[in-house]
């Protein structure tokens, strides 16, 4: 198999590939946390996500933006892949172990107890194949043959599965479910390596200092922008166990975990996933193409936004007891639980506009942008934690998350419209005629069952929107180089 065999591509193919390993293997994971919230007791579980929480940093810290510029380059020039991916290797290398060092060092210097600094280091030597993993899906992306990224993923979820049901079931403590994060990412990088060669492509890693630090010029920006951007989506968590207690940061996790969950489910799946090398090209061709491009997009990700926030609205705090059990408040009011996840809720369509608007950034080659944009919301990100978590708990980080997120979306917005204007809800109206329908039904089902409650006004929104023409972005045909 070769990457430069002109074919057609369907990007309803690509995406379905891509959110079905996104399903499979974020579904596993998240099984996975909802069983070991009730096998482990609260000091546990908060031990847990906060390792997580460090391993998704050490992720940032070892990828310092090479894959995303490895993604448009591919997209842009397949003819230097080899080339391109042997240097990121060696540069992925050097990062991932250097990271690793580091968290443990860190994590020490931290005065964090024993077990907890075993645990964050099992997790974040499976975050540091997980980074090395995200090579081999930039080629696949760029090769628009997501179908490989998928079946990665998914063995690296089901693999997690199976091993939380063995911890369980034999009951090997803490420690061995710190593990289970180590070889899920063991079996995905493995099964990525086993792809990789169906492309003709050899794991040959260079180490050329030269050609290192080329990379490195380019793609530092973004780097530090993924730093940035994790200090951002993960400080909160260092607030709330420094104000509240690790048991708060498992009640904040609970709620969090399903916003990241869609997040993670569906924005990596289309950008940078099956939609990010058409957009690169649009770019490329002039500003007209790009711009209708963006305007499908932007309807298509207001309207799987609704998706998610339609059922999980319906099923409250019902549907929140049915997925981490009875003990969900870990110790914290009703109140304060309650209100953090509603507000979390709110902020799914604000986090993935964000999410897509920075992806359009990128694409238009202007990641330089993105380091004062992420610093801005950093900044007010940490003063706002540290004023309102004293008064309002965990409440105060939901606050911060949709306030901050909200801002770097104006701000990439108007990077964008530089060059002109940018009508991007001019096809929002069909998502939102579609929850005018769906979110009536939320009410008029109330005395029903939690799947009734559920099912029936998602059903009808995703009809709506379907017959409005709202997928319509993910039927078409792209002819592509690759």
Avoid at 104 to 131: D, F, H, K, P, R
Avoid at 243 to 270: C, D, H, K, N
Avoid at 405 to 423: A, K, Q, T
Avoid at 439 to 446: D, E, R, V, Y
Wanted: charged share 15%.
């Amino acid at each position: 198999m070769s990457l430069t065999t002109p074919r057609s591509h369907s990007t309803a193919r690509n995406s379905i590939s891509m959110l079905t390993g996104q399903l499979i293997s974020k579904g596993s994971l998240f099984i996975s946390l909802m069983i070991l919230s009730r096998y482990l007791d609260d000091s546990h579980f908060g031990m847990l996500v906060f390792a997580v929480v460090l391993g998704q940093i050490l992720i940032f810290v070892a990828d310092l933006g090479v894959s995303v510029i490895s993604n448009r380059k591919f997209s842009l020039d397949i003819s230097r892949i080899q080339e391109l991916y042997s240097i990121s290797l060696g540069l992925r290398f050097i990062t991932c172990i250097t990271a690793w060092v580091l968290l443990a060092l860190v994590s020490s210097a931290a005065g964090y107890g024993t077990e907890q600094i075993l645990m964050i280091l099992l997790v974040g030597l499976g975050s540091s194949m997980e980074a090395c993993a995200e090579l081999q899906f930039s080629v696949f992306r760029a090769g628009e043959r997501m179908v490989f990224e998928a079946l990665s993923r998914m063995a690296g979820g089901i693999a997690a599965l199976v091993l939380v049901l063995l911890v369980v079931f034999a009951d090997l403590g803490p420690l061995a479910a710190s593990t289970t994060y180590t070889i899920r990412a063991l079996v995905m990088l493995a099964t990525s390596f086993v792809f990789l060669g169906r492309f003709r492509i050899r794991i040959h890693p260079n180490f050329s200092r030269k050609r290192i630090l080329e990379l490195l010029r380019e793609s530092w920006p973004l780097g530090v922008m993924g730093l940035l951007f994790v200090a951002f989506q993960r400080l909160d968590n260092v607030f709330i166990r420094g104000l509240s207690g690790v048991e708060a940061v498992g009640a904040y996790q609970e709620s969090y975990r399903l916003l990241e969950t869609f997040v993670l489910l569906i924005t990596p799946s289309l950008l940078p996933g099956a939609l990010f090398p058409g957009l690169c090209r649009a770019f490329e061709a002039g500003r007209e193409e790009a711009k209708n491009k963006m305007v499908s997009i932007a309807q298509l990700v207001t309207g799987l936004a609704g998706a998610v926030m339609i059922p999980m609205f319906a099923g409250g705090i019902e549907f929140f007891r049915l997925i981490w059990g009875d003990n969900f408040l870990r110790g914290l009011a009703l109140e304060e639980v309650g209100a953090t996840y509603l507000l979390l809720l709110g902020a799914i369509p604000v986090v993935f506009w964000m999410n897509y608007l920075l992806a359009s950034v990128i694409a238009t080659g202007r990641q330089k942008v993105t380091l004062p944009i992420t610093s801005i919301a950093l900044t007010i990100s940490i003063i706002g934690n540290l004023l309102l978590i004293p008064h309002i708990g965990i409440r105060g980080a939901a606050v911060m998350v949709l306030s901050a997120n909200f801002i770097m979306s104006i701000l990439y917005y108007l990077v964008l419209r530089r060059d002109g204007p940018l009508p991007l809800l001019k096809y929002v109206w069909k998502p939102i005629g579609a929850a005018l329908v769906g979110i009536p039904l939320i009410f008029l089902t109330s005395g029903f069952p939690l799947i009734v409650r559920m099912g029936v006004p998602t059903a009808a929104y995703l009809t709506v929107w379907y017959v409005l023409g709202g997928v319509g972005i993910l039927l078409r045909k792209q002819e592509t180089s690759a």
